[in-house]
């Protein structure tokens, strides 16, 4: 009975979770409309990216870009070269247990104005190179964005109350080295990153009803646990 309890805490835990964080906002608003803006690229909490040989990473974090620079025009393209700080948490058993990294990397973007609807412009980007090493990385481990796939993306720009709404993404196809970068391998899936804004001490009247729902419903299991036990 006991074992049976905690497996219905579970279940309850990891569905008030799945909620919250499925209402996460993937949009910035933002005081400019500058491309790499002071937000920041992340994956989704706990979702990894995974590679034949077992490694797993997960939870990255791409942020403090050095350089920003201003939109194309409609039909032009602009290429934009950056810096990143980069974390991101590491597995070399399956996901068995994760190590954090601290580390940094050159990030070139191409950026191209594909079309307008509105007031809202419409980006087509690519993701030119990622290189991540050291910050904690196991010895002889490297990772980069493939130099034969493209690791496109999308960003839309509209004004938004005298600011700017930016919704942006990235599917990176990265690649990982166990030798030093004498050989390298891909991982079974691109990795698939969001502009989200830097986290506010104060929840948006949106996120506070998800809290308290995700609330109403631990309240509600554990009253039905009870009830059951």
């Known amino acids: 009975m006991k074992t049976q309890h905690i497996k219905n805490w579970n279940a309850l835990l990891i569905l008030m979770f799945c909620i919250l964080s499925y209402g996460a906002s993937a949009t910035a608003t933002l005081p400019s409309d500058l491309l790499l803006p002071q937000a920041s690229y992340n994956s989704a909490v706990g979702v990894t990216t995974n590679w034949p040989s077992g490694f797993q990473i997960r939870n990255v974090h791409l942020h403090n870009f050095t350089n ?3 939109p194309p025009a409609l039909g032009n393209s602009e290429f934009h070269s950056t810096s990143s700080s980069v974390e991101l948490e590491i597995s070399t058993n399956g996901g068995a247990s994760f190590i954090p990294v601290i580390t940094s990397t050159a990030l ?24 991540l090493s050291g910050g904690g990385m196991p010895p002889g481990v490297m990772i980069r964005e493939s130099p034969t796939l493209n690791s496109h993306g999308q960003t839309s720009i509209q004004p938004n109350s005298g600011q700017f709404q930016i919704d942006s993404f990235f599917d990176v196809f990265v690649e990982m080295s166990l030798d030093g970068g004498q050989t390298w391998g891909p991982a079974t899936a691109p990795m698939h990153i969001v502009l989200q804004p830097v986290s506010s001490s104060i929840p948006t009247l949106a996120e506070w009803g998800l809290i308290a729902f995700g609330g109403l419903l631990l309240i509600s299991g554990a009253l039905l646990i009870r009830l059951r036990g």
């Open 108 to 131: 070139p973007v191409l950026t191209n104005h594909t079309s307008d609807a509105g007031a809202t412009r419409n980006f087509v980007t690519e993701m030119l190179s990622l290189n």
């Open 68 to 70: 920003q620079a201003s």
